[in-house]
């Protein structure tokens, strides 16, 4: 395999920068090192790279850096996960209007100082990777577009069997990243950003109801989970394009995993196990249609990703429900939603 991560930590600018700095960053650029280093399917230290402040420091460092992870994809079986820490801002009077990543000589409100999310969206899709992820922890993160074909930054495209994963600080309407530690997190992990130390403490505990690996599903689900535990924090947002709930990929070190035994019977059973493992049991759900009605409501109510997978199901309900009765019994739960606006 040639699967590659590349983590950017950009919290020091110059005095005269008018970007406040903040040690939480680059301490979360080096966890996300050590926790790589720590994962068997990471663990390999030519597979990541921690980039160094002085290689942080123009767009062209950061530049650099992204195209030697993104060239080292070799195929399907590869995985591009880059991970973004820092500052970021949104500018709509600039072409296109999007998101800017600062580097280390970044100035406040010069534009032409940060780093388009423009050039980093098209240096990771065109990798030959067939799973690409961006985790972005920054302020206008959700700002951000599916990494897809149809993303309002379009740049050119390698391979897709997997599809893309944009992981984000925050969600909604919210446009700010808490920079500053959370006290709720066990050491060293108590010195990174929120939304780092909340995502790097689940690699560390893993996730005892879960397989063997920590998939794109799971990941975003425990960051949730735990981030809601401290009350305090935004709830981070995932966009996927092809990639599955269910793709693997961190490896899960929870102790004593107690893989599922049983298959859920409620509605909120099944909106959980949709959006750790995507449709991998969707069969199973299916064969209640009325039910499997139900839990495609609710879905439509929740957050972005949520509405996404309801469309997914909802597209092969008219696959999977061949018998005209089942399919009139779940089209029963849905229709009312539908004619109500839900």
């Not at 590659?4 to 903040?22: E, P, Q």
């Not at 599922?260 to 019977?265: C, I, K, L, S």
């Not at 049991?281 to 997978?309: F, H, I, Y």
């Amino acid at each position: 395999m040639a699967s590659r991560a590349l983590v950017i930590g950009v919290g020091t600018y110059d005095d005269d920068s008018g970007i406040d700095g903040y040690p939480t960053i680059e301490a979360s650029a080096r966890a996300y090192g050590a926790a790589l280093a720590r994962d068997p399917q990471w663990g390999d230290a030519s597979r990541f790279t921690v980039l160094e402040p002085r290689r942080a420091r123009t767009a062209d460092g950061v530049m650099r850096a992204l195209h030697e992870a993104a060239a080292a994809g070799e195929g399907p079986q590869d995985t591009l996960l880059v991970v973004y820490v820092g500052h970021g801002a949104y500018w709509q009077d600039v072409p296109g209007g999007q998101v800017h990543f600062a580097v280390g000589s970044s100035r406040i409100n010069e534009p032409w100082t940060w780093l388009s999310a423009w050039y980093v969206y098209r240096a990771i899709r065109k990798s030959k990777a067939g799973l690409k992820v961006l985790i972005a922890d920054c302020c206008y993160s959700n700002m951000l577009p599916h990494l897809g074909p149809e993303s309002a930054l379009p740049g050119a495209l390698g391979t897709r069997l997997q599809g893309t994963c944009v992981l984000t600080a925050v969600g909604g309407n919210i446009h700010n990243a808490w920079a500053d530690a959370c006290a709720n997190l066990p050491g060293p992990l108590d010195t990174c950003t929120p939304f780092s130390g909340h995502l790097l403490n689940v690699l560390g505990q893993g996730m005892p109801d879960h397989s063997d690996d920590l998939t794109l599903g799971a990941l975003r689900a425990g960051i949730d989970e735990s981030m809601q535990e401290c009350g305090v924090h935004h709830a981070p947002r995932m966009l996927l394009n092809d990639a599955s709930e269910a793709t693997a990929l961190f490896t899960n070190h929870a102790k004593g995993r107690r893989p599922r035994t049983r298959t859920p019977t409620t509605v909120d059973e099944w909106v959980r196990e949709l959006l750790l493992n995507g449709e991998r049991n969707l069969g199973d759900l299916m064969s209640r249609p009325d039910l499997a009605g139900r839990v495609v409501v609710r879905l439509k109510t929740g957050d972005e990703q949520s509405r996404d997978l309801a469309r997914r199901v909802d597209l092969r309900a008219g696959e999977l429900l061949i018998n005209p009765v089942d399919f009139v019994r779940y089209w029963g739960e849905i229709e009312p939603a539908m004619l109500g606006g839900g």
